[in-house]
Structures are given as structure tokens and as C-alpha cells.
């Protein structure tokens, strides 16, 4: 594909096997051509060694200019191309690389862009104050490189685009990758790029196969206790659950602390600060769950994640695999779960068609399946400990004769029902909705069949007669109150 040794070095060492499509149609292209190029791809599908693989090839080291621009639409995501961009460059002649955003301190970036960075990976307003300030130039860029061009659009940073695009040189080449091609992207392409090289990957083919797809049919009320279920079931997960909603996302994420759980949220309305002190956590993995907005998630690059939740599905479909792509990564498998009430199942339906992949019905855990789990956990981890305890013998007497009226199995059991206790199963309801939930049984509906919203029934179900004003006999139609002229 063009690449040089010590870049196949480094790909190798990180465990790459076989290129993606968009890496294997991209790569040559932009390692041996100067045209425009658009790539258009599922988030999720490796669009960052896409571009960053030819990027570094292309990069003179020598010189003292900022050769590569890339905008990316959130600071998550920026961080995590710069990280990534470093590894690659991890046996290339020393190319210097900055990831500028808002959120950290503007003070620290002037700093370091005082020094010569070849490549800058952006997001948008962060780089205009920079500009403004005289601290970014990018009178000899080569290479601009806008990521995820749809999200940018949609998060309303068409005006910043245009600007920024106006500062660098009409000789460079562009290179556009996006999961879609609204009609703002196009405005776009046409005003500034030229005759660019497009490569499109059909979208049936971004899903990533080692990922199960499973959706739960239950009420919206019951969700939270749903997740919380299926936490309790697996008590090894790394798992982030998806919402629509900053405020969902908060809420969600409170309720479960309330609950004891390890999780924390992660969405746009958080400090900088806060964010990276809520990865950290999750990557060291002192928590079990993050609980993330879509916009929040880009970037989230945690390799061992087990388990992806949809608490509700998104409204555009192809979130969906930058949702569920943030599993099953390195070779691994994943699990990811679709919570939909059902009048959803049509979306569900949508999501196979359009992406190709199968979703299997599967049913929230009851509390017997918990119970059962939770024990033969708490069982093994107790045979694991170890027996030398640090207690001296007085205190192992004590507890010998504390315990000594208790016969094995009495201590056994309380200490199983100790364990039980700490289990918040909701009194062990059923969750499930069926699949096909006849009609009259849904328990919002109002228990009374015969009345309704007319009063037309009676308190026997039978109909009432009515006269010929068309209300019910006996009833008489109120006369408006005459008005008079005041005199």
C-alpha cells in the first residue's frame, strides 16, 4: 500500500492485520496522489489511520512550518487522533504533533504552538481565537484534513468552517471524510475543493461482525431498573450506555450512583477538566459503566469494552454503528443492547435493513437468574482469598465464639442472604414486554373497558339513549348566560 517500514513496524506491534476498506482504498491514494480526495464512512470503520497513515508519510520533518491541519468536531476526538497519530509516528524522523481545543487552558497552547508543529488537529472555535491571536499561521499549510464533516456541520460550525478555510492557501490539497453527504457538505465541496477522488464504502459493510446484536422489549419506566439488572448479572462489564440527551444522561447517571453503582456521565455541557477526570476513571476502569450523549462518545477509544446499551435508540440511524463500534475493538467480541418499548420495533427493523446486520430478541434477566449468578461469584471469590488473615488469634476467638451457636449451614445462609440483600431487584418483577402484547392487556390502558372519553356508556356497558341535542337523556344542555348592556 505504500507504506514505509518503520510505519509497518509500529502496525504490526499494535496488532493490525488486515486494512479496512476505507483504509485500503484510501491509503494509496493519498500516499501517491495531490488531488482532493472525499472519503465517505461509517464512524467506526478506522477513517483515522485512513488519512493519518498517508499524513505521516508525507510530512518533512525538516521543515519548520505547520504542513497538516485536521478539524475535528469534538476535543474527545481530537485527543484521541493526536494519540493516535503518535504511536504511528513512533519510528518516523521526529514530526511534531498538537491537539488544540476549548475547554483547556488557551495560555498552555500559545506555549506550545511558540514551537514548530507540523501537524494541528483542531476543533473549530478553539482554532479562530487562536488565529485571531496571531499563534496559529497557516500561510504554508499542505493538507487540510476535516474529520467527521457531517458531525461539524450538525453541531452548527458551518460559519467557523468557512473562516477557517479562508485563511489557508488555494494550493492544498483537502481531504473530506464523512459518515454522510448532506447538502451543506456538498455546498462545500463545490466552493472549495476540486474535482476531488471520492471513495464510498456501502454501509452494509462498516459494521463491525464481531459485534451481537440484542434488543429488550420493555416499558419506558422500567428502564433504568432493566440496566441495572443486566449491571448485577455481569459484574465484569466495561460497558457504555448511550442517551439522546445531555439531561437524560445526568439524570440516568445520578440514579444510578444513588443505587451504588460505579458509573459517572459524559456529555457536552461537563468542564474539560471533568471530562478527562471521567475517562481516566473509566480507563483505569474504577468505573463499571459510562453513561455518555452521542456527541460526548466521539473519541472514546477503551479497547476492553464489553457491553454497549442503547437506552434509547438515536434518531439517526447511522449513529448506531459509531454507538455500537465502541466495542468489540482489537480482534475482540461485543455485545451491544437495544432497549425499545414496542412501538419501536419498526426502528429496530430499519437499522437491520439499512446496515445489514440481525438483531436477536433476548429477555431482561429475573431474579432467580441475579440471584443465581451473584452467589456462584461471591462463592468463587471467597475459595480464591486467600486464608492467612492479618487478624491476630484473640480476634479469630471471638469470632469463634460469636458464631459458635450457628451451625454451618445457618452461617452459610446468612451470609447468602447478606449478599442477596445488597441487590436492588425491584421485589423480582417480570420487565419483559411479550413480543406480541395482545390488545386490552397493556397496563396503561384504562382497566374499565366499557367507558369512554364520550361518557357514552353506562356504568352496566350498556348505551345510553340519547336525545335529539345528542346528549344523554335526563341530561339538559346548559342556555348561555344572556349578556346585558351595562346602561
Same mark, same amino acid.
Given at each position: 500500500?505504500?507504506?514505509?517500514?518503520?510505519?509497518?513496524?509500529?502496525?504490526?506491534?499494535?496488532?493490525?492485520?488486515?486494512?479496512?476498506?476505507?483504509?485500503?482504498?484510501?491509503?494509496?491514494?493519498?500516499?501517491?496522489?495531490?488531488?482532493?480526495?472525499?472519503?465517505?464512512?461509517?464512524?467506526?470503520?478506522?477513517?483515522?489511520?485512513?488519512?493519518?497513515?498517508?499524513?505521516?508519510?508525507? #510530512?518533512?520533518?525538516?521543515?519548520?512550518?505547520?504542513?497538516?491541519?485536521?478539524?475535528?468536531?469534538?476535543?474527545?476526538?481530537?485527543?484521541?487522533?493526536?494519540?493516535?497519530? /503518535?504511536?504511528?509516528?513512533?519510528?518516523?524522523?521526529?514530526?511534531?504533533?498538537?491537539?488544540?481545543?476549548? *475547554?483547556?487552558?488557551?495560555?498552555?497552547?500559545?506555549?506550545?504552538?511558540?514551537?514548530?508543529?507540523?501537524?494541528?488537529?483542531?476543533?473549530?472555535?478553539?482554532?479562530?481565537?487562536?488565529?485571531?491571536?496571531?499563534?496559529?499561521?497557516?500561510?504554508?499549510?499542505?493538507?487540510?484534513?476535516?474529520?467527521?464533516?457531517?458531525?461539524?456541520?450538525?453541531? *452548527?460550525?458551518?460559519?467557523?468552517?468557512?473562516?477557517?478555510?479562508?485563511?489557508?492557501?488555494?494550493?492544498?490539497?483537502?481531504?473530506?471524510?464523512?459518515?454522510?453527504?448532506?447538502?451543506?457538505?456538498?455546498?462545500?465541496?463545490?466552493?472549495?475543493?476540486?474535482?476531488?477522488?471520492?471513495?464510498?464504502?456501502?454501509?452494509?459493510?462498516?459494521?463491525?461482525?464481531?459485534?451481537?446484536?440484542?434488543?429488550?422489549?420493555?416499558?419506558? #419506566?422500567?428502564?433504568?431498573?432493566?440496566?441495572?439488572?443486566?449491571?448485577?448479572?455481569?459484574?465484569?462489564?466495561?460497558?457504555?450506555?448511550?442517551?439522546?440527551?445531555?439531561?437524560?444522561?445526568?439524570?440516568?447517571?445520578?440514579?444510578?450512583?444513588?443505587?451504588?453503582?460505579?458509573?459517572?456521565?459524559?456529555?457536552?455541557?461537563?468542564?474539560?477538566?471533568?471530562?478527562?477526570?471521567?475517562?481516566?476513571?473509566?480507563?483505569?476502569?474504577?468505573?463499571?459503566?459510562?453513561?455518555?450523549?452521542?456527541?460526548?462518545?466521539?473519541?472514546?477509544?477503551?479497547?476492553?469494552?464489553?457491553?454497549?446499551?442503547?437506552?434509547?435508540?438515536?434518531?439517526?440511524?447511522?449513529?448506531?454503528?459509531?454507538?455500537?463500534?465502541?466495542?468489540?475493538?482489537?480482534?475482540?467480541?461485543?455485545?451491544?443492547?437495544?432497549? #425499545?418499548?414496542?412501538?419501536?420495533?419498526?426502528?429496530?427493523?430499519?437499522?437491520?435493513?439499512?446496515?445489514?446486520?440481525?438483531?436477536?430478541?433476548?429477555?431482561?434477566?429475573?431474579?432467580?437468574?441475579?440471584?443465581?449468578?451473584?452467589?456462584? /461469584?461471591?462463592?468463587?471469590?471467597?475459595?480464591?482469598?486467600?486464608?492467612?488473615?492479618?487478624?491476630?488469634?484473640?480476634?479469630?476467638? /471471638?469470632?469463634?465464639?460469636?458464631?459458635?451457636?450457628?451451625?454451618?449451614?445457618?452461617?452459610?445462609?446468612?451470609?447468602?442472604?447478606?449478599?442477596?440483600?445488597?441487590?436492588?431487584?425491584?421485589?423480582?418483577?417480570?420487565?419483559?414486554?411479550?413480543?406480541?402484547?395482545?390488545?386490552?392487556?397493556?397496563?396503561?390502558?384504562?382497566?374499565?373497558?366499557?367507558?369512554?372519553?364520550?361518557?357514552?356508556?353506562?356504568?352496566? *356497558?350498556?348505551?345510553?339513549?340519547?336525545?335529539?341535542?345528542?346528549?344523554?337523556?335526563?341530561?339538559?344542555?346548559?342556555?348561555?348566560?344572556?349578556?346585558?348592556?351595562?346602561?
Amino acid at each position: 500500500m505504500g507504506l514505509s517500514k518503520e510505519v509497518l513496524k509500529v502496525l504490526s506491534e499494535i496488532g493490525f492485520e488486515k486494512p479496512s476498506e476505507i483504509q485500503a482504498q484510501a491509503i494509496p491514494q493519498l500516499i501517491e496522489g495531490f488531488e482532493d480526495f472525499i472519503g465517505l464512512a461509517q464512524t467506526g470503520t478506522g477513517k483515522t489511520a485512513a488519512f493519518g497513515l498517508p499524513l505521516l508519510e508525507r #510530512i518533512d520533518p525538516d521543515s519548520q512550518d505547520t504542513q497538516a491541519l485536521i478539524l475535528a468536531p469534538t476535543r474527545e476526538l481530537g485527543q484521541q487522533i493526536a494519540e493516535q497519530l /503518535n504511536i504511528y509516528g513512533k519510528y518516523l524522523k521526529r514530526i511534531n504533533i498538537l491537539a488544540v481545543y476549548g *475547554g483547556a487552558a488557551i495560555t498552555n497552547q500559545i506555549k506550545a504552538l511558540k514551537k514548530p508543529q507540523h501537524i494541528i488537529i483542531a476543533t473549530p472555535g478553539r482554532l479562530i481565537d487562536l488565529i485571531k491571536r496571531k499563534s496559529v499561521k497557516l500561510n504554508n499549510l499542505q493538507y487540510l484534513v476535516l474529520d467527521e464533516a457531517d458531525e461539524m456541520l450538525n453541531m *452548527g460550525f458551518k460559519d467557523e468552517l468557512d473562516k477557517i478555510l479562508s485563511y489557508t492557501p488555494e494550493e492544498k490539497s483537502t481531504w473530506l471524510f464523512s459518515a454522510t453527504m448532506p447538502n451543506e457538505i456538498k455546498s462545500m465541496v463545490d466552493t472549495y475543493m476540486d474535482d476531488p477522488v471520492e471513495v464510498k464504502i456501502d454501509r452494509k459493510n462498516t459494521v463491525n461482525t464481531n459485534i451481537e446484536h440484542k434488543f429488550v422489549l420493555v416499558r419506558s #419506566i422500567d428502564k433504568t431498573e432493566a440496566l441495572t439488572r443486566f449491571l448485577d448479572m455481569t459484574p465484569e462489564m466495561v460497558g457504555v450506555v448511550f442517551c439522546r440527551t445531555k439531561r437524560e444522561t445526568q439524570s440516568l447517571a445520578e440514579e444510578l450512583q444513588r443505587r451504588r453503582y460505579q458509573v459517572d456521565a459524559l456529555h457536552g455541557d461537563m468542564s474539560q477538566a471533568q471530562r478527562d477526570r471521567v475517562m481516566r476513571r473509566f480507563k483505569a476502569h474504577h468505573l463499571k459503566v459510562l453513561i455518555a450523549t452521542d456527541v460526548a462518545a466521539r473519541g472514546i477509544d477503551v479497547q476492553d469494552v464489553t457491553h454497549v446499551f442503547h437506552h434509547s435508540l438515536p434518531d439517526n440511524n447511522e449513529y448506531y454503528t459509531h454507538r455500537s463500534g465502541r466495542t468489540a475493538r482489537a480482534g475482540k467480541e461485543g455485545l451491544s443492547i437495544a432497549f #425499545i418499548n414496542g412501538r419501536e420495533k419498526y426502528k429496530v427493523r430499519s437499522l437491520e435493513k439499512q446496515l445489514g446486520i440481525t438483531f436477536k430478541h433476548m429477555l431482561i434477566p429475573n431474579q432467580n437468574d441475579i440471584s443465581k449468578i451473584r452467589l456462584e /461469584n461471591w462463592a468463587l471469590d471467597v475459595l480464591q482469598h486467600s486464608s492467612k488473615s492479618q487478624a491476630d488469634d484473640h480476634i479469630r476467638e /471471638n469470632a469463634i465464639m460469636l458464631f459458635g451457636n450457628l451451625s454451618k449451614e445457618e452461617l452459610i445462609g446468612k451470609l447468602i442472604a447478606r449478599e442477596l440483600g445488597q441487590l436492588n431487584l425491584d421485589e423480582g418483577r417480570d420487565l419483559n414486554v411479550p413480543l406480541k402484547e395482545k390488545r386490552g392487556n397493556h397496563p396503561q390502558k384504562r382497566r374499565n373497558n366499557d367507558f369512554q372519553r364520550n361518557g357514552n356508556r353506562n356504568g352496566n *356497558g350498556r348505551r345510553n339513549s340519547r336525545n335529539g341535542n345528542g346528549y344523554p337523556e335526563g341530561r339538559k344542555r346548559r342556555r348561555p348566560r344572556r349578556k346585558t348592556a351595562k346602561s
